[in-house]
T-cell receptor, first 115, second 112 residues
Framework: DAMVIQNPRYQVTQFGKPVTLSCSQTLNHNVMYWYQQKSSQAPKLLFHYYDKDFNNEADTPDNFQSRRPNTSFCFLDIRSPGLGDAAMYLC??????????????FGPGTRLLVL | DQQVKQNSPSLSVQEGRISILNCDYTNSMFDYFLWYKKYPAEGPTFLISISSIKDKNEDGRFTVFLNKSAKHLSLHIVPSQPGDSAVYFCAAIVIGAQKLVFGQGTRLTINP
């Protein structure tokens, strides 16, 4: 089945220790997104890639970086995680060519715990 | 500035009855609206969507209604089933802008 896959599902890191979360997709979508979701809050967009073009949200901290080496994979790098970065991180994809269908499809998320 | 609002943080409905989840938005530029369902420890699952050129879209037990003049949309689930218990997020987007704006979510509980 075509899908969005996130690994790992749970990630524990130490305060200040760099961590990388990964996302892959078999949908062949040209847009990939990273969201941060904290308890009882709406998902918050961090950035997205439209093909190779990186689009950062204005309020995304510099501590968060992303890489998209090819269409299928996208990584979220947190350079120096703080306690406030503990959250669920959601990857999503969409197809820009489907003009009337801007549906984003989400992966299962990676829950990050910072000790 | 919260452009998409779900004013009810929780809703409890008896099994077999209709569940109605509401969502309001402020940005008149939004032209595509979506509902997502989220179980604990999982990512949001796409449920149903509606374009601004329509006022109703139906898919099985799920119907979404859009009232553009009131900037209001609602999701109807009938009949409600225990497996519908989840958090429901309303989301909106300006087609081409790539940025999905979510509401805060409504936790729906279906009681047997």
């Amino acid at each position: 089945d075509a899908m969005v896959i996130q690994n790992p599902r749970y990630q524990v890191t130490q305060f200040g220790k760099p961590v990388t979360l990964s996302c892959s997709q078999t949908l062949n979508h040209n847009v990939m997104y990273w969201y941060q979701q904290k308890s009882s809050q709406a998902p918050k967009l961090l950035f997205h890639y439209y093909d190779k073009d990186f689009n950062n949200e204005a309020d995304t901290p510099d501590n968060f970086q992303s890489r998209r080496p090819n269409t299928s994979f996208c990584f979220l790098d947190i350079r120096s995680p703080g306690l406030g970065d503990a959250a669920m991180y959601l990857c999503a994809t969409s197809s820009k060519s489907e003009k009337l269908q801007e549906t984003q499809y989400f992966g299962p998320g990676t829950r990050l715990l910072v000790l | 500035d919260q452009q998409v609002k779900q004013n009810s943080p929780s809703l409890s409905v008896q099994e077999g009855r209709i569940s109605i989840l509401n969502c309001d938005y402020t940005n008149s530029m939004f032209d595509y609206f979506l509902w997502y369902k989220k179980y604990p420890a999982e990512g949001p699952t796409f449920l149903i969507s509606i374009s601004s050129i329509k006022d109703k879209n139906e898919d099985g037990r799920f119907t979404v209604f859009l009232n553009k003049s009131a900037k209001h949309l609602s999701l109807h689930i009938v009949p409600s089933q225990p497996g519908d218990s989840a958090v429901y997020f309303c989301a909106a987007i300006v087609i081409g802008a790539q940025k999905l704006v979510f509401g805060q979510g409504t936790r729906l509980t279906i009681n047997p």
